[in-house]
């Protein structure tokens, strides 16, 4: 996978593409749902729940697993080399 297609900055202070979303009641209980059914933290499961939701491909963090995925979301750690 080209992480190059992918927009967002981790710097402090970077502007985002889109508006802030609050975290619905159907969030926190699909992250309930990934927590129980894939024994991941609540906090990571609440990330991969509200990335699905907002529609995204891919989630970019080095605290999930390279490569899995949930549905049609996949983890990728950028700090990995040569990616997916």
């Given at each position: 996978m080209d992480l190059a297609g992918y927009?967002?900055?981790?710097?402090?202070?970077a502007k985002s593409d889109g508006p802030?979303?609050?975290?619905?009641?159907?969030?926190?209980?699909?992250?309930l749902g990934f927590?129980?059914?894939?024994?991941?933290?609540?906090?990571?499961?609440?990330i991969v729940a509200a990335a699905l939701e907002a529609g995204c491909d891919a989630v970019l963090t080095g605290d999930m697993q390279h490569g899995?995925?949930?549905?049609?979301?996949?983890?990728?750690?950028?700090?990995?080399?040569?990616?997916?």
């Open positions: 927009r967002g900055d981790a710097r402090p202070g802030v979303q609050p975290i619905a009641i159907s969030t926190h209980e699909a992250a927590a129980r059914d894939h024994s991941v933290d609540f906090y990571d499961a609440l899995r995925k949930f549905g049609a979301l996949t983890i990728v750690n950028p700090f990995i080399e040569n990616g997916l």
